[in-house]
């Protein structure tokens, strides 16, 4: 039974074997002689072979001296084939599909020598969903082929000589390219000649050669080359912003994957790439569509690049020459496109020559190296191209350097703390623009606060000009420690804080409209000032300041050798203060010229004490002094023959606890102690004070003057009231107490032989009579004890300055001790004089009737001078009116 059960077994497999080596050959029989015919009426080719056979259990196939056309060139909805293959080798062909669904597949083709034009179908229908792909390969090998790919437009799509391919799990159809990925696949292996690739109506791609060895991919002279010209392309796509050109000499890359939206590579070195890319000025709206397309690259360099960014009118917006760049893990994809750097790395290196970036400014550099922790520029410039309301600036810099603690990106927001900024050798001038808000988009990817830890500026000379008032730094050194920014509230700025910094500048000039003010050396910092050598000049004369000004103004010509301060301050950031426990200032010289000539500056003059509480920022110095130098004021009128002159030498002035009542725990009340020479000639000494905590503005300012010749006056009262005076006077002294609505007190004047000169408007002739009338009002001494007046009701006119008020509390004090003490003997001695020229007149009467008789005609002698002298007399006891003081 055994034995029959496998006799059976072995003549049933013989059976079959021999069926399907029948069939097998029936079917190789068949293909051969009707499978031609077979395609040509049953798929849309046509398709001729010199040799065919068929292995019908594995479903491969290999043939010889193949010719395939398409049966309809004409019909877009299918591949159109056309072309020879020396031979194809097909594993697992899908007989199946091909005989019924019409479909030809397989899992491996092998083309030698293909030269095939292919015609791609029209894209797929996505609202059907219906595929218009009739041939599905999975894996191609192709050997020294020759293709050629159309679009469904018979526009020239993608074409390759001398090819050697393996590609694995290949996709090539029409829905890739609107994905911008043409092809994509899993593993290839390609060589190859002459590639043209022209994904759109815009570019196209050529490259001279590509080769693969051991999975190293090298092309060699890649294009990116536009179809039109920039304004043909303005012309046909006005809502694009950019046309580009791209040249690669070399690329060298390994590990190329391409899926349906990411393309992902490493390793690759680009050598000598040029882009060109012109610009149309078209603000791109960001799309609303989510980013689909990746790019993955690990380790890629970019060796000796040039790039040029072209403006619509044709100027260069960026170019840069022998750019190197080296970065490991870069990314580019939806999560790092949405931050103010779209894209991600591990690490990166960049080098460059001749950059230049030009917007409203040119910004040049010779030579640029920048990594994630530190960057480096050599001979910078930047050069503003005038637009009206921008700061402009024209600055050059030998060096510029900087190292960066941290450099990352935090909820899409850029957070930076640099280490140190080094800049050397900057040069040139800032122009300052108007103040703008920023926008809210400038600093939104920003994370704040944004730190700089030290910023050094050496050897420098800049100028800062603003509202044409130029502030000029020379040989400019400065560190500055921590510097913090914020945004100010409503976006009105940068708020800058700073915790430390040192300055020293030589020969620091500011201009303004009427003045030039120098320092010879300027050395700043957190708690010392030291100023050597500074200078304020006019820059007009005083007719033409005399004329510029629409109001009485003062004009200063200012020296001092030297000022110091000690203490503390922060003059940068939002919240200044000035802290200062000694400020010095030596040897000043101080000329201050006042012209009654324009018209009185109807504004109202506060108080020091005001003035002070009005500073914005906390202010407090402990002591200041005034040493060893010179006060002159000059003053002249409409009347006067050239300025009055006061001089106050040997000044020497201590004032305790200046301040503007914001510091807290400090005291308020202000005292000041001055003792100088009066014209030279006389100490005198004074003591003023005031409280700036004090609302009601009150005041005290008392003195003392000795020994003062009257002629030492003169260069003040002789110009313009024409009046000379002599003797002296022995001890003047005043103490008065004030508030902004007037002053009171008392005086007291010790003189000798005072006496007054009246001259005519030429200050050379002396008037005598005048003289001696004035003279009759003087008191020419006051004796040896003489007692103080009271001045009191000395109204302030609020117009006028406080020393315009101080002053007429001088003056009514001198008239109170000069004049009105003397007035009533002076009366007496003016009536006994008119009863004199009475009794001549009366005697000249009598005389004239005796000598002309009886019969005469009656006459009334009445002299001319006589009548004049009489009439200057009743003035001289007419009641007037206070002229206004000046």
């Excluded at 990106?409 to 623009?433: E, F, P, Q, S």
């Excluded at 920023?438 to 050496?458: C, D, E, M, T, Y």
Aim: a positive charge; glycine letters at 6%; hydrophobic letters at 35%.
């Amino acid at each position: 039974m055994k034995k029959k059960w496998v006799k059976k077994l072995l003549i049933g497999i013989g059976v079959v074997s021999g069926i399907i080596l029948l069939t097998n050959f029936g079917l190789n029989i068949w293909l051969k002689t009707q499978l031609p015919d077979y395609i040509k009426n049953n798929t849309d080719y046509k398709v001729s072979y010199k040799t065919l056979d068929v292995d019908l259990g594995s479903g491969n196939i290999i043939s010889t001296g193949i010719t395939i056309n398409s049966k309809n060139p004409q019909n877009i909805d299918v591949i159109r084939l056309q072309g020879t293959i020396d031979t194809i080798k097909i594993s697992r062909f899908g007989i199946y599909d091909a005989l019924f669904n019409k479909q030809i597949s397989s899992s491996d083709l092998q083309l030698s020598s293909p030269n095939l034009n292919v015609i791609l179908a029209k894209p797929v229908d996505h609202k059907t969903g219906k595929k218009r792909n009739p041939v599905l390969f999975k894996n191609i090998r192709i050997n020294n082929g020759k293709i050629n790919i159309f679009r469904h437009t018979k526009q020239k799509f993608l074409s390759v000589q001398h090819l050697d391919l393996f590609v694995e799990n290949l996709q090539i159809t029409e829905e890739s390219v609107e994905n911008r990925l043409p092809v994509v696949f899993d593993r290839y292996d390609i060589k190859g000649n002459n590639f043209f690739f022209r994904p759109d109506n815009i570019y196209a791609i050529k490259i001279n050669k590509i080769s693969t060895t051991n999975g190293q991919m090298s092309v060699e002279s890649f294009q990116l080359i536009p179809l039109l010209n920039f304004s043909q392309f303005k012309r046909f796509y006005p809502k694009k912003s950019k046309l580009f050109r791209f040249d690669i000499q070399k690329m060298d890359f390994k590990d190329v994957v391409l899926t349906k939206n990411k393309i992902s590579l490493a390793n690759a070195d680009f050598y000598n790439p040029n882009l060109l890319v012109y610009t149309t000025g078209i603000t791109v709206k960001r799309s609303d569509r989510p980013m689909n397309n990746e790019v993955d690259l690990n380790d890629i360099k970019l060796s000796n690049a040039t790039v040029q960014v072209m403006k619509p009118d044709g100027n260069h917006l960026l170019s840069a020459k022998k750019l190197n760049l080296d970065v490991s893990q870069f990314e580019f994809n939806k999560k790092t496109s949405e931050g103010i750097i779209p894209v991600k790395y591990k690490d990166f290196k960049f080098s460059g020559k001749d950059i230049l970036f030009s917007n409203h400014r040119n910004y040049k550099a010779e030579s640029i190296a920048l990594n994630p922790r530190s960057g480096e520029l050599n001979t910078i410039s930047v050069v503003s191209g005038g637009v009206s309301g921008k700061t402009s600036m024209n600055l050059s810099a030998g060096h510029i350097a900087f190292n960066i603690n941290k450099w990352e990106m935090i909820d899409k927001k850029l957070n930076l703390d640099v280490k140190d900024v080094l800049v050397n050798n900057l040069n040139g001038t800032i122009k300052a623009g108007e103040n703008k808000t920023l926008k809210k988009a400038g600093i939104s990817r920003i994370q704040f606060p944004l730190i700089i830890r030290k910023v050094i500026l050496k050897n420098s000379n800049i100028t800062y000009d603003k509202g044409s008032q130029p502030l000029v730094f020379n040989d400019l050194n400065a560190t500055v420690y921590n510097v913090e920014l914020n945004p100010k509230p409503g976006n009105r700025g940068i708020a800058v804080k700073i915790k430390d910094y040192s300055l020293t500048t030589r020969d620091f000039a500011y201009k303004t409209q009427f003045y030039h003010m120098n320092v010879g050396l300027l050395k700043l910092n957190k708690n010392k000032i030291h100023v050597n050598n500074f200078v304020m000049k006019p820059l007009v004369s005083r007719a033409q300041f005399i004329k510029m000004i629409p109001v009485e103004r003062d004009l200063y010509d200012l020296k001092a050798s030297q000022i110091t301060a000690d203490g503390n301050w922060d003059l940068f950031s939002n919240d200044k203060f000035i802290n200062a426990s000694h400020v010095v200032i030596q040897s000043a010289n101080a000329n201050i010229f006042r012209s009654k000539i324009p018209k009185d500056d109807p504004k109202m003059k506060p108080l020091y004490s005001r003035m002070l509480r009005s500073v914005k920022i906390p202010l407090y110095i402990s002591n200041l002094d005034l040493k060893n130098s010179i006060l002159i004021y000059e003053e002249d009128t409409p009347e006067s023959a050239g300025p009055g002159k006061l001089t106050f030498s040997n000044f020497n002035m201590n004032v305790k606890n200046l301040n503007s009542m914001k510091t807290k725990g400090k005291p308020t009340k202000v005292d000041i102690k001055i003792d100088c020479s009066f014209m030279n000639l006389a100490p005198l000494s004074v003591n003023w004070n005031f409280d700036v905590a004090n609302q009601n503005d009150v005041f005290g300012i008392s003195g003392r003057a000795v020994n003062l010749p009257a002629q030492g006056i003169n260069p003040f009262i002789r110009p313009y009231l024409h009046v000379t005076a002599t003797g002296t006077i022995q001890e003047m002294l005043f103490d008065f107490k004030g508030n902004p609505a007037g002053l009171h007190g008392t005086f007291n004047l010790k003189h000798k032989g005072l006496k007054v000169a009246i001259l005519n408007k030429n200050n050379k002739e002396k008037k005598g009579f005048l003289t001696a009338v004035a003279n009759l009002v003087v008191k020419s001494d006051s004796g040896n004890l003489p007692e103080s007046v009271t001045v009191e009701n000395v109204e302030r006119d609020p117009t006028k300055s406080f020393f315009n008020l101080f002053w007429r509390g001088i003056e009514d004090g001198l008239k109170k001790t000069l004049i009105e003490i003397n007035i009533d003997k002076t009366k007496k001695t003016v009536q006994k004089t008119v009863s004199a020229v009475k009794e001549v007149k009366e005697s000249v009467k009598e005389l004239k009737k005796e000598i002309k008789g009886p019969d005469h005609k009656k006459e009334e002698p009445r002299p001319e001078e006589v009548k004049k002298e009489k009439g200057f007399l009743k003035n001289v006891f007419k009641k007037k009116e206070k002229p206004e003081e000046k």
